[in-house]
């Protein structure tokens, strides 16, 4: 029976001290650059912050932009700039000051973006032209104020955009290994660019990425992996996948179970180290209203997947106490567990959840803030609640 404060080789390569995944959760705490290319930077703040949770087994930074086309939200960070990449080094190193192991989740949001955040105005680009109806974005409004904004319509992108973007996702695997990330995470989840391809009916090209077989709608996904893998090495590229998922305005995907299984089967072929699993019913709305509600595993799904997938598998799905992550963990479906909510108001989580100490709830209203510190870097760690308790 796996312990949740057991050790893991991740991927045969990576050493994880616990079964605590800390997953990748927007904040929204960059900084402008001094340039429009410099995009928005990682700062000393975020670096405190994630510095401050390294005793997470495996921490996975924020979405992170692998191109200005792909900025669908602002302030959210790139890796496509110089700037950002300095940014970055701050990250890495104050984690590893700390012990930690952390890997970048790199994404490109397709359709769901806003021309107001896009370079020169340009449309967003999608995997057709079909916008998502019913579904917004953090942009600039008519008079210039950020607030959430409907999802304008894409531009569907040509067949040699999409090869080219395989080379794009490969030079930011490039530049996270540089400025010292331990592995990526590649974001096929929530309704993100290539989920829109795995999608068969919102997928309806007709060129080699289109929705006629599953190859087909799978083949940018399976491209990028093996570009990403190439550039990374095997064992330290994990990917994100949200079965079952509607956010975004995704639509029921008919064959979302012998989707998940064929996708399972072709990462674990390429050497990828763990697959996320989102499994969340994720309603509409946008980042601050959405409430996230766990889905329970199909143990039946799971167990296919299992038997075609060498790799772990994380499970993200509203875990906040010890006892319901070693209940997954017993089943023997899945080896890490990831809280997210959590580690925002506990630094310390591994540690309370360890010796049982309470959890600190965070106010909703700081998640997405430009407060700086408040309800980010300003949750003391529980050894020093209590001493400050003792001598009052």
């Known amino acids: ?22 997953p990748p959760m927007t904040r929204t705490r960059t900084s402008e650059g001094d ?19 390294a005793n997470a087994g495996l921490i996975i930074a924020e979405a992170t932009d692998v191109d200005q086309s792909s900025h669908g939200y602002a302030r959210t960070p790139g890796i496509h700039s110089e700037a950002q990449m300095q940014g ?36 967003p680009v999608g995997v057709t032209g079909q916008r998502a109806e019913g579904s917004s974005v953090f942009a600039h409004g008519p008079d210039g104020r950020l607030g959430y904004m409907p999802a304008e319509t894409p531009r569907p992108l040509s067949t040699d ?22 592995g990526v995470e590649l974001h096929a989840a929530n309704g993100y660019l290539f989920e829109q391809f ?4 919102l997928n309806t090209r007709t060129d080699r990425y289109g929705g006629g077989s599953m190859e087909d709608r799978t083949r940018f996904l399976m491209e990028v992996v093996d570009a990403v893998v190439a550039e990374f090495g095997p064992g330290r590229v994990g990917v994100r996948l949200s079965p079952f998922g509607k956010y975004n305005s995704m639509p029921p995907e008919p064959l979302v179970e012998e989707t998940f299984l064929y996708v399972a089967e072709q990462l674990g072929r390429r050497g990828v180290a763990y697959i996320h699993l989102l499994y969340e019913l994720l309603p509409e709305g946008n980042m601050e209203t959405a409430e996230f509600k766990p889905r329970y595993l199909d143990h039946a799904l799971l167990a296919k997947a299992r038997a075609v997938f060498p790799g772990a598998f994380i499970w993200c799905g509203g875990f906040n106490d ?12 899945v080896d890490l567990i990831a809280f997210g909510r959590s580690f925002i108001a506990n630094p ?5 959840l360890k010796h049982g100490w309470p959890l600190a709830v965070a106010d909703r209203s700081t998640y997405y803030t430009r407060c700086g510190e408040v309800g980010y870097t300003d949750f003391p760690a529980y050894r020093s609640v209590a001493l400050r308790a003792a001598a009052g």
Do not use: C
Not at 1 to 21: A, D, H
Not at 103 to 115: P, Y
Not at 348 to 352: H, I, M, N, P, T
């Open 348 to 352: 310390d989580l591994a540690a309370r």
């Open 198 to 201: 795995m999608n068969s009916v």
């Open 88 to 123: 970055w080094r701050l990250v890495t190193d104050q984690v590893h000051r700390h012990g930690g192991t952390i890997f970048l989740q790199l994404w490109h949001v397709g359709r769901m973006a806003h021309s107001s955040i896009l370079p020169n105005g340009r449309a």
């Open 35 to 53: 340039l429009p290319t410099d995009g928005d930077l990682p700062n000393e703040l975020i670096a405190t912050y994630y510095g401050q949770r």
């Open 1 to 22: 029976m796996t312990g949740l404060f057991e050790t893991q080789l991740l991927g045969g390569t990576v050493p994880l001290k616990n079964r605590i995944v800390m």
């Open 161 to 182: 955009e999409v090869s080219a973007m395989v080379g794009t996702f490969a030079k930011a695997a490039a530049s996270a290994r540089k400025v010292g990330f331990d």
């Open 322 to 333: 010890r006892e319901r992550a070693q209940a997954a963990l017993d089943s023997g479906l």
